[in-house]
Nanobody
Framework: QVQLAESGGGLVQAGGSLRLSCAAS????????MGWFRQASGKEREFVAA????????NYADSVNGRFTISRDNAKNTVDLQMNSLKPEDTAIYYC????????????????????WGQGTQVTVSS
């Protein structure tokens, strides 16, 4: 079993920055591909960013590409999401997810690829 715990959410003005962190336990992080997803009120959960378990391959949703950066520190068992130039439409609950079956350089974008999920952290961007 993998446990994931997100932190770093909060309220920020448009144009500001936040850094989300996901702490993983129960499995060595290097064995997991990791992703960030978000769900706005009344909408379906959507892909934000993902990083492969080795090699540092990344994928981003078009809506955040160039503004968000996903990174991992396998020694600390953490995955971060640096969010810059935030917009009101980025307001959502952000979830960290882990894929224990991903091949080495894969950064999955599909929700169904992920086996474990955190509880989420709220990000609110005011205009």
């Amino acid at each position: 079993q993998v446990q994931l715990a997100e932190s770093g959410g909060g309220l920020v003005q448009a144009g500001g920055s936040l850094r989300l962190s996901c702490a993983a336990s129960g499995r060595t992080l290097s064995r997991l591909a990791m992703g960030w997803f978000r769900q706005a009120s009344g909408k379906e959960r959507e892909f934000v960013a993902a990083i492969s378990r080795i090699g540092g391959s990344t994928n981003y949703a078009d809506s955040v590409n160039g503004r968000f950066t996903i990174s991992r520190d396998n020694a600390k068992n953490t995955v971060d999401l640096q969010m810059n130039s935030l917009k009101p439409e980025d307001t959502a609950i952000y979830y960290c997810a882990a894929d224990e079956n991903a091949i080495a350089f894969s950064a999955p974008t599909r929700i169904s690829a992920y086996d474990y999920w955190g509880q989420g952290t709220q990000v609110t961007v005011s205009s």
